[in-house]
């Protein structure tokens, strides 16, 4: 919401309530005449003038309270419609009077003017707590700078440049049209750290107004405020536009500063991906390859001495670490792929059935000597989404299920609609999942070492749940699909994982809206 200025007019320049006050005083004063004696009819006109100050100005108030004192001597001081007094008698009543009148009238002025100084104050002490606010949810420079000077021209009146010199990514930022002077000028301003200008005690005879941008040590840009003599911009406080200046060169700097942090922990964080990549792959990976270079080192070296039963079984054992491999490389470079593009998913509406129909196809081969229950209703609704990655979501889920799991256990797989979401829940009969691994699990790379020696064979297993990144894969999958991904307990033991996904509005609705 853009900030307008709040320049108060001063209660002067609405004099119909001092008139309102006058005509009753005078009417008050025409009704009590022969009631009240002189005095006190004297000191009702006293307090019509001090209240008719809060309207007036005071050259008003003291002139209004002059010709309140002529008019009551004129109408009620006797001899009647003269000016004449009665020295003893009438002067000194009309002199204090007078005095009495002017002096409360000026205090009152004084009093109004000051109460809206303060509630100026008050009210651009406001304005900067909004601005800055919105510069801090904003958190970039050209952006923030936008808003700046859309304030200053708001607020001033001015055609307004501003100069950004420094904290800007792409280097210095102008807004505005400013003329060789004026650029001149806000380089000058930036060098001396200085306001120039009207006002400023430098250069006092240009028309324009140069305020910096203020950081901690250093000006970071300027800002230059055109034709500042003009009759429009007479009534703003030039202090305000300086906090203004000093607030934005702040928030330049703290936005520099958070850049330069987030930098710093993005190479942070890829230096630790990069050295937990590492260590994955020498211990992930090098099992696998050992087993694979072995088998194929002794069908190389040994084929003529080994049976042809033998031969199959090493051919078996390169095909299946092969296959481990190439499934290890995958997720690797899919998990890479959607951490850093993860909005490129390309989804459309698609069956569960047949996704699941796709990935049991796969597993069933894979595992022969496994059994797997699906438990899937034929009317499930219609999914959004990527169907290839979801396959493979579900193929790492069995993967991992099948592989913490005692062969001769079953892999149950359930689908359900659970309000507006589409459950799927894997359920294995292995030794299941602590509390406190449930949430590492889906971490890539993680790997938690036992305080104890003696790790039982339980701890173990969970040890290897965490190798690797089949599951972490899972939950980026899980996350670019707005759905949710969590580990339950089976009872009397297992492990449960957990997909929820969110139906939305189906097809076949939005064609016929």
């Known amino acids: 919401m853009p900030l307008t200025p709040h320049l108060s007019k001063p209660k002067f320049e609405a004099r119909w309530p001092a008139l309102v006050i006058w005509a009753f005083a005078w009417g008050l004063l025409w009704y009590l005449d022969g009631t009240l004696n002189l005095g006190n009819l004297a000191l009702l006109l006293v307090l019509a003038s001090a209240v008719a100050g809060l309207w007036l100005s005071a050259i008003f108030s003291v002139i209004s309270s002059a010709l309140s004192v002529l008019m009551f001597n004129w109408f009620f ?10 020295f003893h008698q009438d002067m000194l009543l009309l002199l204090t009077m007078m005095g009495v009148s002017s002096v409360v009238s000026y205090l009152m002025v004084r009093l109004r003017i000051a109460a809206d100084a ?13 601005l800055g606010e919105e510069l801090r949810e904003l958190n970039h420079v050209p952006q923030q700078g936008a808003l700046v000077h859309q304030f200053f021209e708001q607020y001033s009146g001015c055609n307004v440049t501003l100069l950004v010199t420094e904290g800007n990514e792409t280097g210095d930022l102008l807004i505005g049209h400013p003329d060789a002077q004026d650029e001149q000028g806000l380089s000058a301003c930036v060098q001396q750290f200085g306001a120039l200008g009207p006002g400023t005690g430098r250069h006092e005879n240009q028309l324009t107004l140069f305020l910096p941008l203020r950081g901690r040590v250093r000006a970071l840009g300027a800002v230059a405020f055109k034709d500042i003599s003009s009759k429009k ?6 202090d305000l536009l300086q906090q203004v200046c000093d607030l934005f060169g702040l928030e330049i700097e703290r936005t520099q500063t958070l850049r330069l942090a987030q930098l710093a922990q993005t190479e942070a964080k890829s230096h630790v991906l990069r050295n937990t990549l590492l260590t994955s792959i020498s211990h992930d990976y090098r099992t696998p390859l ?53 909005l490129n998913v390309k989804k459309d509406w698609e069956s569960l059935q047949e996704i699941l129909g796709s990935v049991l196809s796969k597993a069933r081969k894979r595992y022969q000597t496994r059994r797997i229950l699906v ?37 149950e797989i359930k689908a359900v609609v659970l309000n507006d979401e589409l459950v799927v829940r894997v359920i294995d009969e292995g030794p299941g999942i602590s509390n406190a691994w ?16 003696q790790a039982d064979a339980s ?23 707005d759905a949710r991904l969590w580990v339950e307990d089976r009872l009397p033991h297992g492990a449960v994982i957990c997909l929820s996904l969110p139906i939305g509005l189906q097809p076949d609705v939005i064609s016929e809206s």
């Open 290 to 342: 050992a087993n694979l270079m072995g088998a194929a080192s002794v069908i190389h070296d040994q084929a003529a001495k080994l049976s042809t039963e033998k031969v199959s079984d090493l051919a078996q054992t390169v095909l299946e670490e092969a296959q481990h491999l190439n499934r290890m490389t995958t997720n690797t470079l899919q998990l890479a792929r959607l951490d850093a593009s993860p």
């Open 459 to 481: 701890e173990d297993n969970q040890l290897r749940r965490g190798m690797g990144v089949g599951l972490a894969v899972c939950m980026a999958i899980a996350k670019v699909h």
């Open 438 to 453: 449930k949430e590492k699990v889906f971490h890539a790379f993680e790997r938690v070492h036992t305080e104890t020696a």
């Open 375 to 411: 438990e899937v209703p034929n009317n499930l609704p219609l999914i959004r989404c990527d169907a290839i990655l979801l396959v493979q979501l579900f193929d790492n889920l069995i993967e991992n299920a099948a592989k913490y799991s005692p062969e001769e256990t079953a892999i």
């Open 77 to 86: 001081v006797e001899p009647r419609f003269t000016f004449s007094v009665n």
């Open 118 to 130: 303060e509630s100026q104050h008050a009210y651009e002490a406001e304005q900067l707590r909004e």
């Open 233 to 238: 911009t007479k009534q703003f406080n030039r």
